[in-house]
């Protein structure tokens, strides 16, 4: 795997929609480690906003894993924060 830019991202920061499963219809830069993406290969597009514009940016699916894992545990932070609260 390339090395990614920065911290890795949480859904619950990033994303302005549901991330989606994918098929490359051509060889694409990862949105975060800028590995290729080959032609027919899954990765997953997840709706980022910036600007006032929705883009779809494509993320293989090591960076996807490793986003979704960070998000996963920054909803585990807020659960043991809400404690008594009805979720």
């Not at 994918?22 to 694409?28: D, F, R």
């Not at 997953?44 to 883009?55: A, D, L, R, V």
Request: aromatic share 4%.
């Amino acid at each position: 795997m390339a090395k990614p830019k920065g911290k890795t991202p949480s859904l619950l920061s990033m994303s302005t929609g549901t991330p989606s499963s994918h098929v490359c219809g051509k060889t694409t830069p990862c949105g975060r480690c800028n590995k290729d993406i080959s032609t027919g290969k899954e990765c997953f597009k997840i709706p980022k906003q910036k600007s006032g514009f929705t883009s779809n940016p494509l993320f293989c699916v090591d960076c996807t894993r490793l986003i979704i894992e960070k998000t996963k545990s920054d909803i585990t932070a807020i659960e043991s924060t809400m404690t008594g609260e009805i979720l």
